[in-house]
């Protein structure tokens, strides 16, 4: 099989699609899935193009979805909604871009929402993206040799250091807990890759972090955000991190592996 393989791209439609044309997806007529490792809208301005995409990928079995922490919090945002509405446009859903992305998905304003909060939260249950696309997202997704996440496996996180760790994936990981899946979509995956966390015999495909974090940090290569800032897949024994944060870059990166 071959999948063609990105990460957080946060609604930015025509980036992705660019993409995948450079890389050949919609010219391979052999059997070929897409997988994105989370993080598929919220950011970007084109949310229903890329619903429409990836909903026409979901029924003809082409793709394959990873939940991200933007998934997340869509959920929890439209779940605990009136907790929010006192100060909707100051919370982290906004900054997020979360909200915008609900708000062009349902057709409705912050003045809309704030005036009929229980029809904004049945319009948002009943898109697409929440009743389709994001059921349809899975923890992780396991080939012979790789194992596509968005963040990292689940891990028991121990620190050793001013913000330094360890991590230990769990004996268990595929079997935990809807939990410890959410927190791990939050994990900087070179991070747990690098101390403790590599899996013997796989390659840890993920996304979340942003790949300048590699480069600079374990490979003393640019910075992280400066000009000299790399932002290309970072690409390890055991580690593909794919974040190429497309809000800031305006750039997508997507990988072809056969297995």
Not at 191 to 217: L, Q
Not at 224 to 235: L, N, Q, S
């Amino acid at each position: 099989m071959r999948y063609y393989v990105v990460a957080d791209i946060h609604g930015f439609y025509s980036l992705t699609i660019k993409a995948l044309e450079e890389k050949g997806f919609f010219d391979d007529k052999g059997e070929k899935k897409l997988v994105i490792c989370g993080d598929m809208l919220d950011r970007g301005d084109e949310p229903k193009k890329l619903q429409s995409f990836i909903l026409d990928l979901l029924s003809r079995d082409e793709v394959i979805l990873i939940r991200g922490n933007h998934e997340d919090l869509m959920e929890e945002m439209i779940e605990n909604l009136y907790e929010y509405l006192p100060a909707l446009s100051f919370t982290h859903h906004s900054h997020n871009g979360t909200l915008d992305t609900a708000m062009t998905l349902t057709k409705m304003s912050k003045r809309d929402i704030e005036q009929s909060p229980e029809t904004f939260r049945q319009r948002a249950w009943d898109t697409p993206y929440m009743r389709e696309i994001i059921p349809s997202s899975l923890d992780y997704y396991e080939t012979e040799n790789y194992i596509f996440v968005h963040g990292y496996i689940p891990c028991e996180e121990v620190l050793v250091g001013k913000d330094k760790k360890r991590y230990f994936p769990l004996e268990h990981w595929r079997e935990a807990g809807s939990k410890a899946w959410e927190r791990a979509r939050w994990i900087n995956g070179m991070d747990a890759w690098k101390n403790g966390g590599k899996i013997e015999g796989k390659t840890i495909v993920c996304g979340h972090f942003h790949s300048s974090w590699g480069h600079a940090n374990l490979d003393g290569k640019g910075s992280e955000w400066g000009e000299d800032a790399i932002f290309t897949p970072y690409i390890a024994d055991g580690i593909i991190s794919l974040d190429s944060a497309t809000p800031h870059t305006k750039m997508v990166s997507c990988i072809v592996i056969e297995d």
